[in-house]
């Protein structure tokens, strides 16, 4: 069993980086604002199976295939059903995640019967906040993916991003949004400034983004695991260790979609000097 000392962590996989043709302020994947990241179409997938197995080497209990991109379409669903495929056949004993963007029911319905044990997708921020972050795609289709997600019976991970210039009240109604749709995990992000970026500060200091681990696990009492991903080290630096005595108890190990992590070693042995232990594979069913 496991408990409450228990951190998961999820490694990312970006199978297709830095191509997106939407508008997100907060993201360096937007081709619109030319930031200095690795782009590319797909990664082969002998590559990423060597990088689940890697994942598992490091203990990551979950494996996330993340697209650049507005949603599925054909070619990008059939790419990453195989890419799950050939993952799940290696057995190594993590959860399976896509996080592609906006999905029909029929494109979600695709990647389970591939093998995907759940879908990320994110609100990002608040609803009525949201046309000042992205004006190429709404929120309520970001709402309906997950709804989509839900029907099809894989497990929703679902959060948002922190510090984009909402307001506190703004924040509340997010996570009343995400607690709607009954997510299995929630994911927090805190905004990583980058200068190719139109947002070029992150409105929230250290102390006010521990508080808002602590919302969220409030707010959102039933999702199993409340995970600190996107900005951990910027936002926390020497304490990023703290944001599991605020609630969280998941994070992103190794590199980010675009940042560099920490090495997952270094993780793994900061967190259990906390005095925390790494979820069991047992524990990942
Ligand atoms: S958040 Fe997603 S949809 Fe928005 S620019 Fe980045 S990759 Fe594209």
């Known amino acids: 069993m496991s408990n409450n000392k228990d951190i998961f962590l999820c490694a990312i996989c970006n199978i297709e980086s830095g191509t997106c043709n939407e508008d997100c302020k907060f993201c360096t994947q937007s081709v619109k604002y030319k930031a200095d990241i690795e782009r590319y179409k797909r990664k082969q997938i002998e590559q990423i199976v060597e990088e689940a197995k890697r994942a598992r080497a490091n203990h990551a209990n979950g ?5 650049a991109g507005k949603g599925l379409d054909d070619k990008r669903l059939a790419f990453v059903c195989e890419a799950v495929r050939a993952v799940k056949k290696e057995n190594l004993g993590m959860i399976i995640i896509a996080c592609n963007g906006t999905a029909s029911v029929e494109q979600l319905e695709a ?13 990002e921020t608040a609803q009525d906040f949201y046309s000042e972050i992205v004006t190429t795609h709404t929120w309520e289709e ?3 993916t997950c709804q989509n997600v839900n029907k099809v019976g894989l497990r929703l991970i679902c959060g948002g991003i922190f ?8 924040r509340i109604s997010m996570l009343e949004s995400i607690a709607s749709l009954n997510p299995r995990n929630v994911p927090i992000n805190f905004f990583h400034p980058n200068e190719a970026l139109p947002l ?9 983004a521990f508080e808002l681990i ?10 199993q695991k409340i995970m600190v991903a996107g900005g951990r080290e910027l936002m926390f630096k020497e304490e990023q260790y703290k944001v599991f005595e605020h609630g969280a108890n998941a994070v992103v190990v190794g590199d980010y979609l675009t940042t560099a992590g920490k090495s997952a070693q270094d993780d ?7 005095g925390f232990t790494i979820t069991a594979e047992r524990d990942c069913k």
């Open 142 to 144: 970001r709402y309906e």
């Open 268 to 274: 793994i042995a900061s967190i259990e000097a906390a």
């Open 111 to 123: 990647l389970k019967e591939a093998g995907a044990d759940a879908y990320n997708h994110n609100l």
């Open 214 to 223: 602590e919302l969220t696990r409030k707010m959102i009492p039933n999702a």
């Open 163 to 170: 510090g984009l210039g909402e307001t506190q009240e703004q």
């Open 200 to 208: 070029v500060e992150n409105s929230i200091n250290r102390q006010e």
């Open 63 to 67: 494996f996330c295939l993340v697209t």
